[in-house]
C-alpha cells in the first residue's frame, strides 16, 4: 500500500513538472549597443576624467585635450581685433575730416563759378578750385574704402575667433550617451590623432536580443508584444518587447519543400528589455517565454 502511495505521489509530481515546463522557451544572449566616442580634433591628452568599468551619464566628460597653442592664437587675434577697432576710429576720424574738406571745396568752387560768371576771376582760378575739389573727393572715398576694408579684416577676424573658440571647446571630449565605459584606448599623455577613437561605451539602459522560432511559433509574435525574460539567480522575471519580426527565414530551403525539412527553417525576432536596475548585462544568457 505504501509502494502504491509512493509511485502516485511520484506520478504527480511528474505531472506538474511537465505542466510548468510545457511554455515555450526560448534561450539567448543579451547584446548592449556600443558606441564609440572621438576626437574631432588630434592632440596630447592632458587629462583623463573616467577609467574603464565606470557608468557615465550623456554629457560627461571624457578627455581633455592640450589646447594651449589655440588659447595663444585666440589672444593674437583677440589682440588684432582690438588693434583693427583703433584703426576704424583713425578712418572715422579722417572720413569726418575729408567730408568737411570736401564740403569747404564745394562752397568755395560755388563762389569761383559765380565769379568766373560775373569775370571777377580768371579761367585759372575757376580751374585751380575744381582741381582742389577733385582732391577732396578722392580723399573722402579713399577715407570709405579704408573703413570698408577695415570692416572686412574684422569680420575675416570674428570667423578666426570662432572657429578657434570652437576648436578650443571641441579639445574637451565629452560622451552623448549613457552607459558602461568599456575601453579607454590612450592614456594621458599620449597624442590622439584627428578623429581618433578615445573611448567605447556600452549602452546599460536597455538591452537586445535575438530569438529564433520555426514557421510554427511565428504566428504567435507581433511587433510590440511583451515577453518574459528568466535570468539566472534572479528570482523576477524581467519584461521584453518584439521590436522586429524578420520577413526572411535565416537559412536558405532547399528547392523543394517537404512536411520534414519546412520544421528547420527559423525566422529572427528582436526584442528589446529596459534594463533600468541594471541587472542585464552585455553577453548575458537568458531564457525568453511567452507570457
Not at 164 to 182: A, M, N, P, W
Request: charged residues 25%.
Amino acid at each position: 500500500m505504501r509502494r502504491l502511495l509512493l509511485i502516485l505521489v511520484l506520478a504527480l509530481a511528474l505531472v506538474s513538472c511537465a505542466r510548468e515546463e510545457s511554455g515555450e522557451r526560448w534561450t539567448t544572449v543579451m547584446e548592449a549597443t556600443s558606441f564609440r566616442i572621438s576626437a574631432l580634433l588630434g592632440g596630447r591628452i592632458s587629462k583623463i576624467y573616467v577609467t574603464e568599468g565606470e557608468e557615465i551619464e550623456s554629457g560627461a566628460k571624457i578627455a581633455e585635450l592640450d589646447a594651449q597653442e589655440l588659447q595663444f592664437s585666440l589672444e593674437q587675434q583677440m589682440a588684432a581685433l582690438q588693434e583693427l577697432a583703433v584703426q576704424e576710429e583713425l578712418f572715422l576720424t579722417q572720413i569726418e575730416i575729408a567730408n568737411a574738406d570736401l564740403e569747404y571745396q564745394s562752397r568755395r568752387q560755388g563762389r569761383s563759378e559765380r565769379l568766373y560768371e560775373e569775370e571777377v576771376i580768371p579761367l585759372q582760378n575757376l580751374e585751380d578750385g575744381q582741381l582742389l575739389k577733385s582732391k577732396a573727393e578722392l580723399q573722402y572715398q579713399a577715407a570709405q574704402k579704408n573703413l570698408r576694408l577695415a570692416e572686412a579684416r574684422k569680420a575675416s577676424i570674428l570667423a578666426q575667433i570662432k572657429t578657434l573658440k570652437k576648436r578650443i571647446e571641441d579639445s574637451t571630449i565629452s560622451s552623448e550617451f549613457s552607459g558602461r565605459l568599456e575601453h579607454l584606448y590612450f592614456d594621458e599623455g599620449e597624442m590622439l590623432p584627428n578623429m581618433g577613437q578615445l573611448a567605447e561605451v556600452l549602452g546599460t539602459q536597455s538591452l537586445e536580443a535575438n530569438i529564433y522560432v520555426n514557421e510554427e511559433y511565428l504566428a504567435l509574435f507581433k511587433p510590440g508584444m511583451r515577453l518574459m525574460l528568466e535570468v539566472s539567480g534572479h528570482a523576477e522575471r524581467l519584461e521584453a518587447r518584439v521590436i522586429k519580426i524578420s520577413n526572411k527565414a535565416e537559412f536558405t530551403p532547399k528547392t523543394v519543400l517537404t512536411p520534414d525539412n519546412r520544421s528547420v527553417m527559423v525566422y529572427a525576432i528582436r526584442l528589446c528589455a529596459e534594463n533600468p536596475h541594471g541587472i542585464l548585462k552585455d553577453g548575458m544568457p537568458v531564457d525568453v517565454y511567452l507570457p
